[in-house]
């Protein structure tokens, strides 16, 4: 019974958030995503994961070093989930480079084309598994 209820209802994140990419900066220094207070917004903005802010969730070129990058606000582990989903661009944290607590970056050959917050004003569901 519970693998059809997971086949008819669909698996469940840890937690999901739909974010409306903001735009800012000029190249090499653009920035795709949101930032609280600075661009972009967040459907609830807290972690369910963690149980507080999400700061920031965007990619930038970064100086030309593109990466995209996750912040917790209140110091949270680098533990609680093992994938991030924007769209179709899966990040694995493990693979993320994880500055103890304050955020994860991953480096990333997408380009400002090609990056999975689209262009500004596009809505994407960010899943947390």
């Known amino acids: 019974m519970s693998g059809f209820l997971a086949a008819s209802f669909g698996a469940q994140h840890l937690d ?13 220094n653009r920035f795709r995503g949101y930032s609280n207070g600075s661009y972009g917004s967040i459907s ?14 965007y990619w930038t070129e970064n100086g030309g070093s593109a ?4 912040q917790i606000a209140s110091s949270p582990p680098n533990s609680g989930w093992a994938t991030m989903t924007i769209g179709t661009t899966v990040l694995s944290r493990a ?19 090609s ?14 598994d």
């Open 16 to 28: 999901t958030q739909t974010v409306t990419t903001g735009a800012t900066g000029t190249g090499p």
């Open 44 to 57: 609830s903005g807290t972690s369910a994961i963690y149980g507080a802010t999400i700061s920031d969730l």
């Open 67 to 70: 990466q995209y990058v996750l």
């Open 95 to 113: 693979a993320a480079t994880f500055t103890a607590g304050s955020f994860w970056t991953w480096n990333t050959s997408d380009t400002v084309a």
């Open 115 to 128: 990056q999975a917050f689209g262009a500004a004003a596009s809505v994407h569901s960010v899943y947390f």
